[in-house]
């Protein structure tokens, strides 16, 4: 994985719509490696801010675009952040390019995600 460029995505500010797209790998033109052109990313870290005095929960899901299809959630589903804290997940999670990291929050905006992780070249 000499060759990933690290990235990072948002701050973003989650919405109350549960099937939100939040991070999406690109397909890329013009091919390299052997004419592929999918892009992944490996996520290594995500940290979800509460910017609010009131818990507020959110839920994550790793699949289609715009679901929340049951079996496919990831990191916390309904997972509460009290007021002005943090919540971070820590691992490594691939996405290709038909998969979305969808989710959202119990309030609209009172929740701020970001993260860092590798895009590569499938």
Same mark, same amino acid.
């Given at each position: 994985?000499? #060759?990933? $460029?690290?990235f990072n995505f948002g701050p973003v500010a989650l #919405? *109350?719509? +549960?099937?939100? *797209?939040?991070l999406n790998p690109n397909a890329t033109s013009g091919g390299v490696n052997d004419n592929s052109t999918a +892009?992944?990313? /490996?996520?290594?870290?995500?940290?979800?801010? *509460? $910017?609010?005095?009131?818990a507020v929960t959110f #839920? +994550?899901?790793?699949? !289609?675009? @715009? !679901? *929340?299809?049951?079996?496919?959630? /990831?990191?916390?589903t309904g997972v509460s952040i009290a007021a002005n804290s943090y919540f971070d997940w820590y691992g490594v999670m691939r996405l290709d390019t038909a998969q979305f990291l969808v @989710? @959202?929050?119990s309030a609209a905006t009172s929740l701020t995600i970001q993260g860092e992780g590798e895009v590569g070249v499938a």
């Amino acid at each position: 994985m000499a #060759s990933n $460029k690290i990235f990072n995505f948002g701050p973003v500010a989650l #919405s *109350n719509t +549960l099937t939100t *797209n939040i991070l999406n790998p690109n397909a890329t033109s013009g091919g390299v490696n052997d004419n592929s052109t999918a +892009l992944y990313i /490996v996520l290594r870290h995500i940290r979800i801010v *509460n $910017k609010t005095a009131g818990a507020v929960t959110f #839920s +994550l899901w790793l699949g !289609a675009t @715009g !679901a *929340n299809t049951a079996g496919t959630e /990831v990191i916390g589903t309904g997972v509460s952040i009290a007021a002005n804290s943090y919540f971070d997940w820590y691992g490594v999670m691939r996405l290709d390019t038909a998969q979305f990291l969808v @989710g @959202g929050a119990s309030a609209a905006t009172s929740l701020t995600i970001q993260g860092e992780g590798e895009v590569g070249v499938a």
